[in-house]
């Protein structure tokens, strides 16, 4: 049991650490000149940070589909299912479920549910930026399985959006498992 509130205190750690990042590093994509040599990271700052108020994220429900990676390997492909309760104008509650699919014969990995928070930044109306924890089973591990994310999706047209996704899982394993990166794109309606 202590091991687990161990890893619990350290993912949600993981957590706020992650939000921080992505805060300071849209800021930090803001204050870049157009006369610097473009890189990778400054590329995807400067289009999560930047807005088109034409097309504003909307919608309850989202579908999505995403790649997952860990320790730069792709280790599934990930099905996403999103229902949203506004609270405010622009933020609220998220009920989701996950499931995660090694991308060989259809296999299952794992499948999760739980609830979130998103908040969609009021200058900025087509980016929302969410965080949550999930909770499910692992097939390939046949153990619990806890995962706490933080992700940004942006609007790309009115009924799609892009969005990468940072998680901290852990599966009663006594190592702890390396973060997951997940690239993702769906439909929200």
């Not at 998103?118 to 619990?144: H, K, Q, V, W």
Request: charged share 15%; hydrophobic share 40%; aromatic share 10%.
């Amino acid at each position: 049991m202590k091991t687990s509130i161990k890893y619990l205190s350290k993912s949600i750690g993981l957590v706020i650490a992650a939000a921080a990042l992505l805060l300071v590093a849209t800021a930090k994509s803001q204050e870049l000149s157009t006369n610097e040599p473009s890189t990778f990271i400054a590329t995807v700052g400067n289009y999560f940070s930047s807005s088109n108020p034409n097309l504003p994220i909307a919608g309850h429900a989202e579908i999505a589909l995403g790649m997952a990676y860990q320790s730069g390997v792709n280790i599934a492909s990930d099905f996403d299912a999103r229902y949203k309760i506004a609270i405010s104008t622009n933020s609220g509650v998220i009920l989701e479920s996950v499931t995660r699919n090694a991308g060989i014969d259809g296999i299952i990995v794992s499948e999760q549910a739980g609830v979130g928070f998103y908040y969609i930044p009021e200058g900025t109306p087509d980016i929302e930026l969410s965080a949550g924890l999930l909770g499910g089973y692992r097939f390939d591990n046949s153990t619990a399985a806890f995962t706490a994310y933080v992700d940004i999706r942006k609007s790309l047209t009115q009924n799609t959006f892009a969005g990468l996704r940072l998680a901290y899982e852990y599966d009663g394993q006594d190592a702890p498992n390396a973060p997951v990166l997940t690239a993702y794109t769906g439909f929200h309606f």
